[in-house]
């Protein structure tokens, strides 16, 4: 069964720093775009930061830019983020997703059920 499980999430004070896992189960990372999503309250999901497969190239929303870091480590077939200095604005349902392209119209995509991450004082 193709499961991806996000965990880390929590309710942290503004400026501290939380780090999210995402562990796959059912296939292997290692040919898969990874990224994670954010979606607030009221607000549309919105994409956080990606991870090529292959070369690892990244990148991040401007948001996110200086404060979060992506990382994979495919023998372990988990994506993580690394959130600093974190905001009130960063609270949101973070989601994994994972995506390999097979052609310019032929793709699989999974996402995790998202874990709840929470700034406040």
């Known amino acids: 069964q193709v499961q991806l499980v996000e965990s880390g999430g929590g309710l942290v004070q503004p400026g501290e720093s939380l780090r999210l896992s995402c562990v796959a189960s059912?296939?292997?990372?290692?040919?898969?775009?990874m990224a994670w999503f954010r979606q607030a309250p009221g607000k549309e999901r919105e994409g956080v930061s990606c991870?090529?497969?292959?070369?690892?190239?990244?990148h991040y929303a401007d948001s996110a830019k200086g404060r979060f870091t992506i990382s994979r480590n495919n023998a372990k077939n988990t994506v993580y983020l690394q959130m600093n200095s974190l905001k009130p604005e960063d609270t949101a349902v973070y989601y994994c997703?994972?995506?390999?392209?097979?052609?310019?119209?032929?793709?699989?995509?999974?996402w995790g059920q998202g874990t709840q991450v929470t700034v406040s004082s």
């Open positions: 997703n994972a995506r390999r392209d097979y052609s310019t119209a032929a793709y699989i995509n999974y």
């Open positions: 991870i090529a497969s292959g070369d690892d190239i990244t």
């Open positions: 059912g296939f292997t990372l290692d040919f898969y775009a």
